[in-house]
């Protein structure tokens, strides 16, 4: 434990980004004051504690010891710690008068190892009585989404017996898929839309799959995807997908269709993950991507719209008990509607493949593509300038060209006369010498 102790303060482990959030909020933090303590922006804190970036060196370790709980509260649940506490009679039960430091900090270590042992196997074991009981198709959503522990039980089961990634990525596709296919249905109201979103985000998933196999909660990353293709509004735009399917025929399954497809995209995203997923406040913020004031507001706000369309939910006396409601609601909602079954896992894989590689080829095709024309450019293109030679005009305006002229009449007849008298005129005067 000493060691261990030690390696944590070389080298601080950080929780999954939805436990950072909790735990700075269970220290009454805001994002501006972990901001001001760690020495970075807002932004920068709210990235951590989605999950897209992770903090490094010196920043990593003062966020770390930032959030880190106290000594005297491990981070478990108080039924964990109960169940913890009788446990363990070995550590030094004899001499309390003089506690060593260093004995302290290994009992304290021992003790929160152990409580964060029982706690995974509670939830586990929750998990998996959720995931066996049948109270409604969002109940297996539950047992099937909720849970880090059925998430990292299912990675740790995967380590230990070292699957190949197909047969890790097959196991995750058959445990969420058909309940994500549900929770898509009641996010859109089209089943063959509902389909496609969690077939693109498992193909999604095995393109990044070096990426979601480490990750802490698989299937929320898969759900986050899934939910985020089928709420996108550029599928207005497609005609299959431009109206909603037809309605439930029993009135209250259509009244309670009709309310949550009445709701803006957010507010039911935060109202189906709550009460429909469970997920709890802050693990629905950081899927939303939201504060957990608008979170809970959001919340708030949704519950009252569809609580005007069920009289029931309207006369449940605490939230506990319509979010109980809501919850048995929705199960039946899903459960009652036929929804498409999706692709098998094996199905998906290769067409995820086959879209890269048609990508891939694509791309390389367009860069050869443009090399060749560039190419035949540089050969046709001229190596000199040549100027143009300008189009013949017509000039006015200019004087007659000059020289000889053609000789009139009267010339010609002084010509020949002069050539005549040329001819018989006097002789020539020939000088003399004497």
Do not use: C, N
Not at 79 to 92: G, I, K, R
Not at 169 to 186: G, H, I, N, S
Not at 405 to 434: F, I, M, W, Y
């Amino acid at each position: 434990m000493t060691r261990s102790t030690t390696d944590e303060a070389a080298a601080p482990q950080l929780p999954s980004p939805k436990e950072r959030r909790r735990l700075r909020e269970a220290k009454s933090l805001s994002e501006e004051q972990v901001a001001a303590a760690v020495g970075v922006t807002r932004a920068t804190v709210r990235s951590w504690e989605t999950g897209r970036t992770s903090p490094r060196g010196r920043k990593r370790a003062l966020y770390a010891k930032l959030i880190a709980p106290g000594p005297k509260a491990p981070t478990t649940t108080p039924s964990a710690v109960v169940a913890v506490a009788p446990a363990p009679p070995e550590p030094l039960p004899a001499p309390p008068p003089e506690p060593a430091p260093e004995a302290r900090a290994t009992v304290a270590a021992q003790a929160q190892a152990e409580a964060e042992s029982a706690a995974e196997d509670k939830r586990a074991s929750t998990a998996k009585i959720a995931a066996e009981d049948k109270r409604g198709s969002t109940g297996e959503i539950a047992a099937e989404d909720k849970g880090e522990g059925a998430a990292e039980g299912g990675a740790e089961a995967v380590g230990e017996r070292r699957l190949s990634p197909a047969e890790a990525f097959d196991e995750l596709y058959a445990r969420t898929a058909p309940a994500l296919v549900r929770q898509a249905y009641l996010l859109t109201g089209r089943r063959a839309l509902a389909r496609e979103s969690v077939e693109r985000a498992f193909q999604l998933a095995w393109h990044r799959w070096p990426e979601v196999a480490v990750d802490r909660d698989p299937a929320g990353w898969v759900r986050a995807a899934a939910y985020e293709y089928a709420m996108s509004p550029w599928h207005r735009l497609r005609r299959a997908h431009r109206h909603p399917d037809a309605p439930p025929t029993e009135p209250g399954k259509r009244a309670l269709f009709d309310a949550l497809l009445d709701l803006p995209p957010a507010y039911r995203r935060t109202l189906l993950l709550y009460d429909g997923v469970g997920l709890d406040l802050p693990e629905t913020a950081a899927e939303t991507e939201a504060s957990t004031p608008a979170a809970a507001g959001r919340l708030m706000t949704a519950r009252a719209a569809v609580a005007e369309r069920l009289p029931e939910l309207a006369a449940a006396p605490s939230p506990a008990e319509q979010s109980a409601l809501l919850h048995d609601r929705l199960g039946g909602l899903a459960r009652a509607e036929h929804v498409p079954v999706p692709q098998p896992a094996r199905a998906v894989r290769t067409g995820s493949e086959d879209k890269a590689r048609l990508w891939t080829r694509a791309a390389i095709a367009g860069v050869a593509l443009l090399i060749a024309v560039t190419g035949l450019t540089l050969h046709t293109a001229p190596t000199h300038y040549e100027p143009p030679i300008a189009p013949a005009e017509r000039v006015g305006g200019v004087p007659p060209r000059g020289g000889p002229q053609q000789l009139t009449v009267q010339d010609l007849q002084l010509q020949k006369s002069l050539r005549e008298q040329l001819a018989h005129g006097p002789e020539r005067l020939v000088p003399q010498l004497r």
